[in-house]
């Protein structure tokens, strides 16, 4: 596993969110993983087109249904920077201190 390191193309909300959906599967369609974080379709192809320029998902295309849907899945070194950037929010989440009421 990757040390860990806070990443600036993973941190954004709605990029850390489709991660962290696509840590947990094989793959995900691209309608349910934008339904699941509320966004449009613009915005979930720039979020995706970062994250597949960093090498980060990889998108597959299929025929279904008669429709043309789009599969995403996080690729090796997306699952390794995503462990990452989580292990470094939770080291800097623990320097915390809390809050007297």
């Known amino acids: 596993m990757k040390v860990p390191q806070f990443d600036a193309v993973i941190h954004a909300p709605g990029r850390l969110q489709i ?3 696509l840590s947990r599967v094989d793959e995900a369609e691209f309608a349910t993983v934008r339904d699941l974080i509320a966004v449009s379709d613009s915005v979930m192809s720039k979020h995706l087109r970062q ?10 295309k299929a025929a ?13 070194s997306g699952y390794e ?18 809050r007297a009421g």
């Open 64 to 76: 279904e249904a008669g429709r043309q849907r789009t599969w995403i899945r996080l690729t090796p």
């Open 19 to 21: 991660c962290a959906i």
């Open 81 to 98: 920077a995503f462990a990452a950037h989580v292990q470094e929010l939770t080291r800097l989440a623990a320097l915390t201190p809390p």
């Open 51 to 60: 994250l597949e320029e960093a090498g980060y998902v990889a998108l597959r």
